[in-house]
């Protein structure tokens, strides 16, 4: 589903990621964890093609994303659900038109918007709040909307980044809980999160980061010791 | 398909609203240089129109001497026709020329008892009016001829007042239409920029470039075919009124040629504005938007 063989990728002298690989199978749920400026984000724009590597390369749902054609991108990107950090929605567009405008940009016809807006809706439980402006929505609601928007073209990879960020606990697991269903429903999903509880709770594959590249990797657990260790150092 | 236009023009429609001002600005800026230029280009139709249609354009007047039996001016005649340049030659009688000159000032002067002083003229019209310097050298060889009229000067006037108009109006047009260029090109930079979340948004979903972009070219596209109504309509408001103008000025000039047809200026205006919209716009994204 998703493979990256020694990665790496350099901005002028600073290295963001450093012979970073990792390998993601088909129905994972992975945590990606670590400290601002550990590499997570720059890992996700590898993968939705913002960014090419400097080194290495980025397999993603098959197709070679180190050496994509910008014309071929879209297609590729058409069957991944983003659910980007900032900004997730638009801010003049109801929740209904924020999701139909996803599926109207890559040209579905209008009966299959409603159709799709609607179950979306449904899934991520803002039906009531479908005719609602973002600013009208709280942070988790906000979320879930863009959650909706991504998942409504049934993408086979779902890649949230920070999707619990400034969220309070209750509703940042209500967020997980969501992501769980939809990773039961068979979509692969990578999600990005400060959040320990949150990643000790949920019990899934954990990805740690530090410094561009991954210390940890644990199959089925929680919040990684080696962070701990890490934090502790930087704070004495 | 008509989902698709629909979108596209959904969201062409609420950038143009969105930046009013900028709008604005970029439109009347398109409006000027096309006003200037349309301006330019009806002048410029209209004294072509004129200098063709001068018939001294294409006619030379040998005037023969007083004592020039008939004869020798058919003889002349003969010869000035067998010319390939020569369309052909009319041998005006002194007699009927005066006929003609008593009736045309009849109602000023009564011309009855005086003695005709006019010679017989011929009228020479050439196939091609930059043969007429040398037919007219051609006719003044004779020395039966008295003097040789042609218009070279009247028309060199016109033409020379054609080039001054050219210049000025591809100069100032010229300039203001760079003007334009650049304020479309700015304005949907600046869109581009207030839209950049939308922009990310829909390129993250899948987008492809050509459709991210064509609402942007649309609404240069639009900028420049309103400028151009807006131009059309003040170029041929002012044309009627300047051609009112100048035929109560010099009422001799009510038999010029016509100007541009109206329906060419309120189709080609907002054309050249779609065109240099739609280019600007079209610059604009190959350069600032990107997946």
């Known amino acids: 589903m998703v493979e990256l063989k020694q990665v790496s990728v350099v901005y002028g002298e600073q290295h963001a990621l450093r012979r970073v690989s990792l390998s993601v199978e088909k129905g994972e749920f992975v945590f990606l964890v670590g400290a601002t400026g550990a590499g997570k984000s720059t890992l996700f724009k590898l993968l939705y093609g913002e960014l090419r590597p400097t080194e290495g390369e980025v397999w993603v749902l098959g197709q070679p994303l180190h050496q994509i054609k910008p014309r071929e991108l879209p297609y590729l990107r058409r069957r991944m659900g983003i659910v980007p950090q900032d900004y997730p929605l638009l801010p003049r567009k109801t929740v209904w038109e924020n999701i139909a405008y996803g599926l109207r940009a890559i040209g579905y016809n209008e009966t299959a918007v409603r159709q799709r807006v609607a179950q979306v809706l449904a899934l991520v439980g803002l039906n009531e709040q479908a005719r609602q402006m973002p600013s009208q929505l709280s942070g988790g609601e906000a979320q879930r909307a863009a959650i909706a928007r991504a998942i409504a073209n049934h993408p086979p ?48 594959r954990v990805v740690a980061m530090d410094r561009g590249q991954i210390i940890s990797d644990v199959p089925r657990g929680g919040y990684p010791v080696e962070l701990d260790r890490l934090y502790a150092s930087v704070m004495l | 398909m008509i989902d698709r236009l629909r979108f596209v023009l959904q969201e062409t429609r609420e950038s143009l609203l969105r930046n009013a001002t900028m709008q604005a600005a970029a439109i009347s800026t398109a409006c000027i240089a096309l006003v200037l230029l349309g301006g330019a ?41 067998a010319m390939p340049e020569v369309e052909r030659v009319t041998l005006t009688p002194r007699e009927v020329a005066w006929e003609q000159e008593k009736q045309k000032l009849a109602n000023d002067v009564n011309l009855a008892d005086l003695p005709n002083p006019l010679p017989d003229k ?170």
């Open chain 2, 41 to 81: 280009g009806m002048a410029l139709y209209k004294l072509d129109a004129t200098a063709q249609s001068l018939p001294s354009r294409f006619e030379a007047e040998g005037v023969l001497k007083m004592s020039a039996p008939r004869a020798q001016a058919q003889q002349i005649k003969t010869q000035l026709e």
């Open chain 2, 122 to 291: 011929l009228t020479v019209r050439v196939r091609d009016p930059q043969t007429l310097p040398a037919v007219s050298a051609r006719i003044a060889q004779s020395p039966l001829v008295e003097e040789v009229i042609d218009s070279r000067k009247e028309l060199q006037t016109v033409l020379e007042v054609s080039r001054l108009v050219r210049w000025i109006g591809l100069g100032a047009g010229g300039l203001l239409l760079l003007a334009a260029l650049i304020l479309i090109y700015n304005t949907v930079r600046l869109t581009i920029f207030s839209r950049q979340r939308e922009v990310r948004v829909m390129a993250l979903l899948g987008a492809t470039l050509r459709s991210i972009r064509l609402p942007f070219i649309l609404e240069g596209m639009t900028q420049g075919v309103a400028g151009g109504v807006l131009a059309a309509l003040l170029v041929l408001l002012t044309a009627a009124f300047l051609s009112d103008y100048v035929v109560s000025q010099w009422p001799f000039l009510k038999d010029m040629p016509p100007g541009l047809p109206p329906l060419v200026v309120m189709i080609g205006l907002p054309g050249l504005g779609a065109l240099i919209g739609g280019l600007c716009a079209w610059w604009a994204t190959l350069r600032y938007v990107r997946i």
């Open chain 1, 157 to 204: 990879l779902l890649i949230a980044d920070e999707p619990t960020a400034n969220l309070d606990p209750d509703t940042s697991w209500e967020i997980i809980e969501l992501l769980m269903r939809i990773n039961l429903r068979g979509a692969t999903v990578i999600v990005s999160t400060h959040n320990r509880t949150i990643v000790d709770r949920a019990c899934q």
